[in-house]
């Protein structure tokens, strides 16, 4: 059965903010992994924007890892406040529980945290 088409757009953050989305890489899970993000502000400039290469990690690692790596950049630009925009549903409900029972993931999620 076919699959509706659905049209995503990015939208703008409010006035004097900045929006950060940002995408991780894993294919294979775990496998050679790549995070990427940009910053742009409320006319939709871009403020920043970044790739790096990971190693071997797996998706949840390398999605928290663009978070951080994108927060610290944007903390070092003086890009602030910004709006976080990402699309792993596991990420966000990590980072809205603040809990993770493994401790690569804790730390990750403690280092963003201690950004905000």
Same mark, same amino acid.
């Given at each position: 059965?076919?699959? @509706?088409?659905? $049209?995503?757009?990015? /939208? #703008?953050? &409010? ?9 991780? *890489? ?22 920043? @924007?970044?790739? $790096?290469?990971?190693? /071997? #990690?797996? &998706? ?9 790596? *994108? ?46």
């Amino acid at each position: 059965m076919p699959q @509706a088409l659905r $049209v995503v757009r990015w /939208t #703008t953050p &409010s006035p004097a903010w900045f929006k950060l989305n940002s995408d991780g *890489s894993s294919p294979g899970n775990p496998g050679l992994a790549g995070a990427a993000g940009i910053i742009r502000d409320a006319e939709g400039q871009v403020r920043l @924007a970044f790739q $790096v290469a990971l190693g /071997t #990690t797996n &998706s949840v690692l390398v999605e928290l890892t663009a978070v951080w790596h *994108s927060l610290e950049l944007a903390l070092a630009h003086g890009l602030a406040p910004i709006e976080v925009e990402v699309d792993a549903m596991t990420v966000i409900q990590l980072l809205q529980s603040r809990v993770s029972g493994k401790w690569e993931v804790q730390h990750l999620i403690m280092r963003i945290i201690q950004i905000q």
